[in-house]
């Protein structure tokens, strides 16, 4: 007559089948946390772009760049950032919230960089906004993955 319960090659059988689920559950989850954050790195970008550009619309001729210099935005921080990304100089953090003019946007999500700064290398002042999910090699300028 056979006693009730699992044999200890049963029971080693069922952890070790836990064990991988584990193992592909975490590995997975990593990899929906990058998409995530690359996501919120984008939609933070393009909402500080949205309030630069509407500062500009309705301040023809103003300098955004003594604007953003004046503004009380600290210097960019670019821990985390990809080794390919550009830092330009004078770019200012907008990983905070902030506001510009009525504009307001909302504080980055964490583990998301902001820098922005007034693009002049086309002869004239065009906003330009740095996103990044720290860690990643990816970058975001304008919204736009590079």
């Not at 902001?114 to 304008?142: H, K």
Request: glycine share 14%.
């Amino acid at each position: 007559m056979r006693k009730q319960g699992f044999t200890l090659t049963e029971l080693l059988i069922v952890i070790a089948i836990i064990g991988i689920l584990a193992m592909t559950l975490l590995w997975n989850a990593d990899a929906v946390r990058l998409r995530t954050d690359r996501a919120n790195a984008q939609g933070h970008g393009q909402a500080v772009l949205a309030a630069l550009n509407t500062w500009a619309q309705g301040h023809p001729g103003d300098s955004l760049e003594a604007t953003l210099a004046a503004g009380g935005f600290g210097g960019a921080d670019y821990s985390g950032a990809p080794a390919t990304m550009p830092r330009p100089s004078g770019a200012v953090d907008c990983a905070g919230a902030g506001t510009l003019g009525t504009r307001a946007w909302s504080a980055a999500p964490r583990r998301v960089g902001c820098a922005m700064y007034a693009d002049s290398s086309a002869g004239i002042e065009i906003p330009a906004v740095l996103t990044w999910a720290e860690g990643d090699d990816t970058y975001f300028l304008n919204g736009e993955k590079q």
